[in-house]
């Protein structure tokens, strides 16, 4: 067995050796210091570059020239698609080693940090961004631009109307930054003028060649209440709700539906603001040329009412042919009323024609025409003198309005209310709706006007009230109320006296009060102007007057009394006399026979 020929290394350390170390610290410190010379001097907290070392669904392995490599979460290299191997990116040194000694990188949080001026300088610059629609939002969605959370409207996704907003969730696309608001931290961008500028220059081409009266092709992009916008190639154009049917529209949506493909008509165009007014209805022969030539005035005609208005009802007869109903055709009453009261959106009537104008294409119709005029034969049904029940309508100051049939209404006047109450206000007497029994006073069947009394359905009670009220006679009764030059007095069988101030006067001096129940005395009574006055303080003022008189009648009776048997006592003797000279007669002629 040979020999191994082993030098021992010169300058060995043995004590070092059998400690555990391998080399001199000298010796390691220069390894050290050679190993550290081929890293990057990195700090936490700031931003560096790296390179994409490997990307899996998960994770991107970022080398930043340290001594170990960080995994990134893919989610946030969710803007960028087109990541590969080998790109540089920003990344944030969040630590250097954790608990488990990995390096800790972030790149959202170096987009953030570099964000605002990223931001800022796209917007100067007018720069195409890239930004990933992270979800929706009310009104439009939000959009991560260079690590924040940016706005983009609805109105700013397409030139197209939206209809499935979900559709552009987790889609990186390219924005333009159209608003920031530094002090509130707010990014408006958009999607919409990336289009726009491209369609500009196919708008101006398709403009330059339309003309009035030109029949075009498109689609329908949108409907709205007022009217739907097509689609004609690039640009677009208008159909008012009025230009889609010569009949009633509600709304568009009945006429077209979205995507459809149809013709249209140019009707105007403005090439400075863009704006192209289209028709859909003018491609139509007008309705009006198609009515029936024989229609004339005093025809019946049926048809659908389609609109309402307070004044009266659209009837459409024919498709985009409409009459109108005034209310005052409705019905033959002349109460104020709307014509919602008698017809209904959809109802489908039959009326009479009562003006037809085809040369400015309108047409009035009836309804009350289908039924007889109530006027007619009025005399003979509601004969002067004649008694009825009518129904109060309204009232004026002046009267009361009231309904004897439909159609056939009268003014009952305020002096025809009552025979005894003065009445000031019809509301005082009666009731809107209460039936009231009438006789007809008048008739004018030119002016469709009837006069009526309701006092004339009873018997006059003044006729019957000259023995109760004789002047000097004493009644109770109540004030009721107080008027300008005296008050009113209730009297009994329900009649209404008169009394002034003056004798209003109380037997202490006070004055008589509202609602005061006390004994009048009637001082003047007219029949023919239905008047009573009383006064309460004749009640006792007269009353010592009464005495006297009654005082100086009983002398004057005694006196007469006195005087009377002084006669009688003079006749008596005088008698005696006569008949003693008639017996001393008699026995004179008795000697002689």
Do not use: C
Request: charged residues 30%; glycine residues 8%; proline residues 3%.
């Amino acid at each position: 067995m040979s020999k191994l020929n082993i030098q021992p290394v010169e300058g060995f350390d043995w004590e070092e050796f059998e400690k555990g170390a391998s080399a001199s610290s000298a010796s390691r410190a220069e390894q050290e210091a050679a190993y550290a010379g081929t890293l990057n001097n990195i700090k936490e907290q700031e931003v560096t570059v790296g390179k994409v070392a490997s990307i899996s669904k998960r994770e991107v392995v970022v080398n930043i020239g340290f001594k170990s490599e960080a995994s990134i979460s893919a989610s946030e290299f969710r803007y960028n698609p087109d990541l590969k191997v080998g790109d540089e990116v920003e990344v944030f040194v969040e630590s250097q080693e954790d608990k488990k000694g990995q390096l800790v990188l972030s790149h959202r949080k170096a987009r953030a940090a570099r964000s605002w001026d990223l931001i800022t300088e796209a917007l100067e610059k007018d720069e195409i961004v890239k930004g990933y629609v992270k979800s929706r939002t009310k009104g439009g969605m939000i959009v991560d631009v260079f690590g924040i959370e940016a706005f983009l409207p609805g109105s700013q996704i397409d030139v197209r109307p939206i209809r499935d907003y979900d559709a552009y969730v987790d889609k990186t696309m390219e924005f333009k930054i159209v608003k920031v608001n530094n002090e509130f931290k707010n990014v408006v961008v958009s999607h919409k003028v990336l289009i726009e500028a491209e369609l500009e220059a196919q708008k101006a081409e398709i403009i330059s060649k339309l003309e009035k009266g030109q029949i075009l092709e498109g689609v329908v992009k949108n409907i709205t209440s007022y009217g739907v916008f097509i689609d004609l190639g690039g640009v677009d154009g208008l159909i008012h709700i009025t230009d889609l049917s010569w009949g009633r529209v509600s709304h568009p949506s009945e006429v077209v539906s979205l995507d459809e493909t149809i013709k249209v008509v140019i009707l105007e165009f403005d090439e400075n603001k863009k704006r192209i007014a289209l028709g859909l209805k003018q491609l139509q022969p007008h309705p009006w040329d198609a009515l029936s030539p024989d229609l004339k005035v005093g025809d019946k005609i049926k048809g659908k009412v389609v609109v309402m208005a307070d004044y009266g009802a659209f009837v459409e007869v024919a498709p985009g042919v409409e009459g109108l109903v005034h209310v005052s055709e409705m019905s033959w009453t002349q109460h104020l009323r709307t014509a919602n009261d008698f017809l209904h959106v959809g109802d489908e009537i039959e009326t009479v024609v009562l003006s037809l104008d085809r040369e400015d294409r309108k047409m009035s119709l009836g309804l009350k025409q289908l039924k007889e005029d109530p006027w007619a034969g009025i005399e003979q049904r509601f004969p002067v003198g004649s008694r009825h029940k009518a129904r109060v309508r309204n009232f004026t100051n002046f009267g009361v309005f009231v309904e004897i049939e439909e159609g056939v209404d009268g003014l009952v006047h305020i002096s025809d209310l009552s025979w005894t109450k003065k009445v000031k206000h019809p509301s005082e007497f009666t009731t809107v709706g209460a039936m009231l029994d009438i006789q007809v006073l008048e008739i004018d069947v030119e002016n469709r006007r009837l006069s009526l009394g309701h006092k004339q359905t009873e018997e006059n009670p003044w006729d019957a009230l000259d023995g109760v009220f004789k002047v000097g006679t004493i009644h109770t009764g109540t004030v009721l109320e107080f008027v300008d030059k005296g008050a009113v007095i209730a009297l009994p069988h329900d009649v209404e006296g008169f009394a002034t101030p003056r004798h209003l006067t109380k037997q202490d001096g006070s004055q008589a009060q509202k609602g005061e129940t006390l004994e009048f005395r009637v001082i003047e009574y007219n029949k023919d102007s239905r008047r009573i006055i009383v006064s309460h303080s004749r009640t006792f003022e007269e009353a010592p007057k009464n005495e006297e008189r009654r005082g100086r009648g009983n002398r004057a009776s005694r006196q007469e009394s006195n005087n009377d048997a002084a006669v009688a006592n003079n006749n008596a003797n005088s008698e005696r006399a006569t008949l003693g000279n008639l017996e001393a007669l008699a026995a004179l002629k008795e000697k002689l026979s």
